[in-house]
């Protein structure tokens, strides 16, 4: 599992400039091929931070700023960057000389139109930046002025990978398009070539990418594409990835089965690369429908049996561990144990006491998940001790893209089942945002997150844990337990492929 000690960031408000690096020379080559578990909804960044996107569209797109091994936020497209006293205004001074795929400099316009479009179709980004501005003021030089301080602006920036850059004329061309841009034109060591669906994504090699010169650091520094090109190719059934890196016709298979692990770690010939998956999760359809019911909520947390849906969606105890904090105990800015008593009680008994006092009398509860394999046990499981509980159960399951879409309205599902990633931060957990899924809406716990933001990175810190345990006593959501996952791949023929938060493509070689 990760064994590294990672050290969380606060505020960053000092200038900080990285220095441009010229045109890698190297001698680059080969295809890589890579197994990949789902296809996914849309390669437009800005609309989504689901992982299928981000972590193909990061080869081919970029942002202002990013994050480095210690998850801290450091300029990248921007060469530095400057705070003002009151963190209510940011000045972006832009490197020079960055070329887009299409062949024009990027330019303080180019990131003006991005980020303003950033606003407009990004849930989180609109929440966040409501009332801020982003003004061009020099060919290199953006301003972000908000009309209040956030504790957690920068890293909004560099998380997830959604503020990306595009050209000017993409971002006008995509208009109120409801498909989003129909360009997928970035700064980054990848170009994007073709997406066939059901079948692959082709991306390759950018000869005219500008990298940074600095250590390689998380998804910061040195990013150098050292294969022509690269083929995501989608391919849903685990075991069909995993003989497919044993055949020789994918170099790299992601996100295997645990159940496979054994046998590909002792296996001389593969590389495996272990990561945090996130935490897995059901979160709660609060708008409508029985859960809108806080003891009905309470029910379903009180007698779950966590330790039994991990083991049975997870089989080796490598790849989960019971843990009530919304955080990983690496994040030790973060890291709390408020509330814990609310998690992990395995109480049948209480449990159907509280559906009783509810008054439920045997609604139809639809338990929503994407089919991907340990998300549908995980629903498995808990359809089935839920309806030990006394409860009609129905599990609806559909491609990723699908369930993507289905769980934005309220009507289709009281309880959505997946992993969360990992959150630098907790203030931007997607269920303290009342106006998207889940539509969380107590004032109290809301409250407590609008302070976390508005105050001072010690100021949030001193107020995190008060607010977790007012988050379990809300329920939201109910958190299972964490989460780790494996890809594996040829250590014969691919060198230098590693996971941070997700999967690096660059700085990758392939040898036939």
Do not use: C
Not at 1 to 12: A, D, L, P
Not at 305 to 317: H, K, R, S, W
């Amino acid at each position: 599992m990760i064994t590294k000690s990672r050290k969380f960031f606060g505020v960053f408000i000092t200038a900080t400039t990285l220095t441009m690096g010229s045109v890698a020379a190297y001698a680059a080559g080969g295809t890589l091929n890579v197994g990949y578990d789902s296809q996914p909804a849309t390669l437009d960044a800005q609309s989504t931070t689901v992982l299928f996107t981000r972590e193909i569209s990061r080869t081919f797109y970029e942002t202002l700023v990013t994050l480095n091994e210690e998850y801290q936020p450091v300029p990248h497209l921007a060469e530095s960057i400057n705070a003002s006293d009151d963190r209510k205004t940011y000045t972006f001074n832009l490197r020079q000389g960055v070329m887009f795929h299409n062949g024009e400099e990027m330019k303080s316009e180019d990131v003006v139109a991005s980020m303003n479009r950033w606003m407009e179709v990004n849930s989180g980004a609109r929440r966040f930046f409501d009332g801020s501005t982003f003004e061009q003021t020099g060919d290199y030089t953006v301003v972000l002025t908000m009309p209040e301080a956030k504790v957690d602006t920068l890293h909004v920036l560099a998380s997830w990978n959604s503020a990306v850059i595009m050209p000017k004329e993409v971002v006008d061309g995509a208009g109120a398009d409801e498909n989003g841009v129909k360009e997928f034109i970035g700064t980054g060591p990848f170009k994007f070539v073709e997406w066939r669906q059901d079948q692959y994504v082709h991306v390759e090699r950018n000869d005219n990418y500008q990298s940074l010169n600095s250590a390689s650091s998380g998804f910061s520094g040195q990013m150098d594409a050292m294969v022509d090109e690269i083929y995501f190719r989608f391919v849903p059934d685990t075991a069909t990835r995993a003989a497919g890196l044993q055949s020789g016709q994918y170099d790299i298979a992601m996100r295997l089965s645990s159940d496979d692990f054994p046998r590909f770690d002792s296996n001389p010939n593969i590389g495996v690369a272990t990561s945090y998956n996130g935490f897995l999760m059901m979160n709660y359809n609060n708008k409508e429908g029985v859960f809108a019911d806080l003891k009905m909520r309470q029910a379903v947390n009180t007698g779950i049996n966590p330790t039994e849906i991990l083991q049975g969606a997870y089989a080796n105890e490598e790849f989960y561990e019971l843990n009530a904090s919304y955080n990983i105990k690496d994040q030790t800015d973060w890291y709390t144990t408020s509330g814990d008593e609310f998690y992990n009680q395995n109480d049948p008994e209480k449990a159907k006491a509280l559906l009783a006092e509810a008054g439920y009398d045997g609604e139809e509860v639809i338990l929503l998940v994407a089919n991907i394999s340990d998300w549908h046990t995980a629903a498995i499981i808990i359809q089935a001790q839920l309806q030990n509980l006394g409860m009609n159960v129905k599990i609806e399951a559909y491609d990723f893209p699908t369930y993507g879409q289905r769980r934005l309205d309220s009507a289709n599902y009281d309880i959505a089942i997946q992993p969360f990633s990992l959150n630098p931060i907790p203030t931007q957990w997607i269920f303290f945002n009342p106006q998207t899924w889940g539509w969380t809406d107590d004032a109290e716990l809301l409250d407590m997150v609008s302070q976390m933001q508005n105050g001072s990175i010690e100021e949030a810190k001193a107020l995190w844990p008060a607010a977790h345990r007012r988050s379990w006593e809300y329920l939201p959501i109910t958190k299972i337990g964490d989460t780790f996952t494996y890809s594996a791949y040829n250590s014969q023929k691919v060198q230098g492929f590693t996971t941070f938060d997700q999967s690096i493509f660059w700085n990758v070689s392939v040898s036939e």
